[in-house]
């Protein structure tokens, strides 16, 4: 088995641009596509980034997924902050094993 | 446009099984794998098992001795069966279509179903 870390709670302001972290421990972040979701209260999730760094059409420029394989980890950097972007985001990605394991979440607060 | 409506009960008593089924409208049934996950109140979301349009499964091993799904091809519905759940299985239950990628990518899912156990 493996897990996907993130961190428990990022704020920043509105305009900022922030960065929400996806460690793997067990494995290659390389090995399987990373998923982004966002979910805002009383909401199903939605996908913000699919493999890694592809955006669905809906999905606004502001937000860009990368992988790093030095420190095994993924990332979700949301440019130009806005209020609207408050919410719960949780990375998944999977291996030969587990089709889907999801990190831990981190909620993102923008004040 | 896909949808996916789901329901089931949402109280049960402790060792009664729960149940949930969730109907597929537009796109391809054949071409996914149909998955439920759960998030606990609080908590973060955790992967419950998936089907296919013929019958393939998948479970996440900590649950699988409890986990059984079915699919409906001619009505384009899936199920969850949960058994002998435990206040601990209280949670908003998910259901959402994977897109297989290596791994899985959902991009669409259910309404969410809040399944609360207590005596």
């Known amino acids: 088995n493996f897990m996907l870390t993130q961190p428990h709670s990022m704020s920043e302001s509105p305009g900022k641009t922030v960065t929400i972290s996806c460690t793997r421990s067990?494995?290659?972040?390389?090995?399987?596509?990373v998923q982004w979701y966002q979910q805002r209260p009383g909401s199903s999730p939605s996908t913000v980034i699919f493999?890694?760094?592809?955006?669905p059409s809906v999905v606004p420029e502001r937000f860009s997924g990368s992988i790093d394989r030095s420190s095994n980890s993924a990332s979700l950097t949301i440019s130009g902050l806005k209020t609207e972007d408050e919410g719960d985001y949780y990375c998944?990605?999977?291996?030969?094993?587990?089709?889907?394991?999801f990190g831990g979440g981190t909620k993102l607060t923008v004040l | 446009q896909v949808q996916l409506l789901q329901w089931g009960a949402g109280l049960l008593k402790p060792s009664e099984t729960l149940s949930l089924t969730c109907a597929v409208y537009?796109?391809?049934?054949?071409?996914?794998?149909w998955s439920w996950i759960r998030q606990t109140p609080g908590k973060g979301l955790e992967w419950i098992g998936e089907?296919?349009?013929?019958?393939?499964?998948n479970y996440n091993a900590s649950l699988k001795s409890r986990v059984s799904t079915s699919v409906d091809t001619s009505k384009h519905q899936f199920s969850l069966q949960l058994t002998s759940v435990t206040a601990a299985d209280t949670a908003v239950y998910y259901c959402?279509?994977?897109?297989?990628?290596?791994?899985?990518?959902?991009?669409?899912w259910g309404q969410g179903t809040l399944v609360t156990v207590s005596s």
């Open positions: 959402a279509r994977g897109r297989v990628n290596g791994g899985r990518d959902f991009q669409h």
């Open positions: 537009g796109g391809s049934f054949s071409d996914y794998y």
């Open positions: 089907i296919n349009h013929s019958g393939s499964t």
């Open positions: 067990g494995g290659s972040i390389a090995s399987s596509f």
């Open positions: 493999e890694n760094y592809r955006r």
């Open positions: 998944q990605s999977s291996d030969n094993v587990n089709p889907v394991i």
